[in-house]
Each structure stands twice: as structure tokens, then as C-alpha cells.
């Protein structure tokens, strides 16, 4: 299963995302998507699986889980959007992983991409930085891999920070 992750969008879907997802099997957004209207624009490219952000609205979290578990082929997946770094976690994740024995953690926030092993969880930490405009990051940037029983083809995107 091919994916494509983001995060960080704020309201803004650019034109590369469209084409960097435009074969994607699902697209997974790790929150601070913004409005519900980008929502629906990525869920018209594939089906997505998200996670609210401290920017989104209450419609926004009517709708979706601050953290999310779920499986795809044994491989197990948390996402949630402020999480921190292995090491540096943010306050409560240590217990989501020690509930939730993920292979793959997944957040946004920081708009800092980082691709990190946690040898104390038996995880990957994927970050995939910020896809919108807003925020200091000087590139956008989001991630494609698929998902066997384990993360193969891990491609870090990156594109231009200006509105097309």
C-alpha cells in the first residue's frame, strides 16, 4: 500500500501536493489541516486518515481523533499531532506508545521533517514537516513510503514555499 503523509497544511492545499499524491493508496495528515474544505479536496485524491491539530476548529474535531491507532498488514501505526521526538516526547505520549506497541509513530507540529528510529519503543518517528504556508519553515515538504509488514520506499518530497 502506497501512502502519503503530511501535516501542517493550514488551510492551504499547493499544487504539489495534488501531484506527489495523485497515486497514493491513502493520504495520512497528521494535523493543523485547517479547514474542512482541504479535507474533503485530499479525500477527493484518496482516502484519508487524519488527525486534528491545535489550529483546527471544533468542526474539525467533531469530526476527527487527536490520536489515532490503527493496522495495515500487522504493521502497526499512532498518529496524533504534537508528539515530540524520540526522547523529547510530548506530555502523554510515552503511555500512548506503551498502550499502543506501535511500529510507526506519526506526528506533525514542529514543521521540522525528521525521519527517527526509537530503539526504546522498537519504533520509526516520522515527522513529515509542513505542507502550507504558514510557519518559518523555508520549504514545504511531505513524505511517500509504502507499507508491507514494514516501511519500504520512504521518499522525503520536497517543494516550494510560495502560493502557485
Known sequence: MKIGLLSD????????????????????????????KLLRDLEAIAPVRAV????????MRQQLAENLTFSINNFKVHM????????????????????????????????????????????????PGAAGLQGFHQVCTLVRFHITNKIENLEVIEFPKKRS
Open 9 to 36: 497544511t493550514h488551510g492551504y492545499l499547493h499544487p504539489a501536493v495534488k501531484k506527489h499524491l495523485n497515486k497514493v493508496d491513502e493520504i495520512w495528515h497528521a494535523g493543523d489541516i485547517g479547514t474542512i
Open 52 to 59: 486534528y491539530g491545535n489550529i483546527d476548529d471544533t468542526m
Open 80 to 127: 496524533t499531532h504534537i508528539g515530540g521526538y524520540p526522547g523529547r516526547y510530548a506530555s502523554g505520549i510515552r503511555q500512548k506508545l506503551h498502550e499502543t506497541k506501535p511500529n510507526l509513530f506519526i506526528s506533525g507540529h514542529s514543521h521540522i521533517l525528521k525521519v527517527q528510529s526509537d530503539p526504546k519503543f522498537g519504533l520509526l518517528h516520522i515527522n
